[in-house]
Nanobody
Framework: QVQLVESGGGLVQAGGSLRLSCAAS????????TAWFRQAPGKEREFVTA????????SYADSVKGRFTISRDNAKNTVYLQMNFLKPEDTAVYYC?????????????????WGQGTQVTVSS
């Protein structure tokens, strides 16, 4: 079993930065692909970025490429999302998710474990 807890959300002005953290419990977290998704009010949950178990391979949604960076520290059982140049359209609840495999996908159905989410609000 893996339990995930997100933190680091908040209110920021457009153009600002935030760093989200996803702290995991469970000995197997370091062997799982991990992703960030987000869900804005009235919209479906969408893929943001993912990272392989080793941290070597990453993937980003086009909407965040060049602005967001995912990383992980398996010694600390933590995955990070550095978000720069934030835009009002980035406003959403951000969820951390862990897969059952070492790789990753861009579908929510690729992931078995989810955190409770952290709110990110970007004001214009």
């Amino acid at each position: 079993q893996v339990q995930l807890v997100e933190s680091g959300g908040g209110l920021v002005q457009a153009g600002g930065s935030l760093r989200l953290s996803c702290a995991a419990s469970g000995r197997t977290f370091g062997t799982r692909g991990t992703a960030w998704f987000r869900q804005a009010p009235g919209k479906e949950r969408e893929f943001v970025t993912a990272i392989s178990w080793s941290g070597i391979s990453t993937s980003y949604a086009d909407s965040v490429k060049g602005r967001f960076t995912i990383s992980r520290d398996n010694a600390k059982n933590t995955v990070y999302l550095q978000m720069n140049f934030l835009k009002p359209e980035d406003t959403a609840v951000y969820y951390c998710a862990a897969s059952s495999i070492r790789g990753y996908g861009s579908s929510r159905y690729d992931y078995d474990y989810w955190g409770q989410g952290t709110q990110v609000t970007v004001s214009s």
